[in-house]
């Protein structure tokens, strides 16, 4: 018996089409998008299926979508008896993640999670905060540019895989940081598209406000471990769960150490739902005797199912 975890991806693996074939092939999923239609009160399930992309983009509106359509996943494969021993999401998909395992109802998830995105976009003025993907180069390299720049606020934010760790702040710091790591010896430092700082100080009002957002929402104790970003440890205590959400928001997403943790707790294959395969990719990078999967459409679904029953 393979011991399977799944994972769940963020803000940026958004794609106009996600979700679609599997909307139509199964009523449950169309149950699932309509109901979330009529809860966050939009079209959701158009802007996902015809966009356009710059409205699905929107953190608002792309942070609900990716929850809803990793979710619609599981649920199709938890229907075939199939569920994971531990579960772990990027960032924003630490919110399905916790829906896998039992911690947050989807329902609930969903306009929590679109509140989330208005606050981290109010947090910062438009255009003065970046991210930026620094490859080739250690961390401590990157930490003594980064405690040099004192005028400026650019923090580590996304420790990846071996030699990918994004960095996030003011839109001046990340330029100084991105002529001063290149110096140093990075092999590229790839400006990404993001409409703010996430995971830096520069989060931490936004984290203020969330924190009473989500003080309202009901959280309940994990069934499975899920790995949390900001500890890279597995828990499964809602009080600590609630805690480290609000954390999250403006620490580094340490998910090389938490892919890491897991293999060391047994897991052996590692499973993306949802749109995108970018997961899968950093899983490859930090071990590649482990199996991985993407599931983001019919064939996948059958594909993993397929393996899955197979090996049983």
Not at 199 to 221: G, V, W
Not at 274 to 287: A, E, H, M, Q, T
């Amino acid at each position: 018996m393979k011991s399977v975890a799944f994972m769940f991806p963020g803000q940026g693996s958004q794609t106009v089409g996600m979700g679609q074939d599997i909307y139509e092939q199964f009523p449950t999923v169309r149950d699932m998008y309509d109901k979330a239609n009529t809860i966050l009160n939009k079209d959701l399930k158009q802007m996902m299926f015809h966009g356009p992309k710059e409205l699905l983009t929107e953190t608002e509106n792309a942070q609900p979508a990716l929850v809803l359509s990793s979710i619609a996943i599981y649920e199709l494969l938890k229907q075939e008896g199939i569920t994971p021993q531990a579960t772990i999401g990027h960032s924003l998909g630490e919110y399905s993640a916790l829906v896998a395992a039992g911690s947050l109802k989807l329902f609930d998830a969903l306009p929590l999670v679109a509140t989330r995105g208005k606050l981290m976009e109010k947090a910062v003025p438009k255009g003065e905060g970046t991210m930026a993907a620094v490859l080739g180069l250690d961390i401590d390299s990157i930490e003594e540019i980064l405690t040099n720049l004192t005028d400026e606020v650019v923090d580590i934010a996304n420790l990846n895989c071996p030699g990918q760790i994004v960095i996030s702040g003011t839109k001046r710091g990340v330029d100084i940081a991105t002529t001063r790591l290149k110096e140093k010896g990075a092999k590229r430092v790839i400006p990404l598209h993001v409409s703010g700082p996430f995971h830096s100080r520069l989060m931490k009002p936004a984290s203020e406000q969330f924190k009473k957002d989500l003080s309202k929402t009901q959280i309940n104790d994990a069934m499975i471990p899920v790995y949390a970003n900001v500890t890279a440890e597995p828990v499964k205590e809602s009080e600590i769960i609630e805690s480290l959400l609000i954390k999250q928001l403006y620490s580094p997403v340490r998910f090389e150490e938490s892919i890491k943790n897991m293999i060391a707790s047994g897991i052996d294959t590692f499973v993306e739902l949802g749109s995108g395969k970018v997961l899968r990719g950093l899983v490859r990078k930090i071990n590649r005797k482990v199996q991985t999967f993407s599931v983001d459409n019919q064939a996948s679904l059958h594909q993993f199912i397929e393996w899955y029953k197979k090996e049983e």
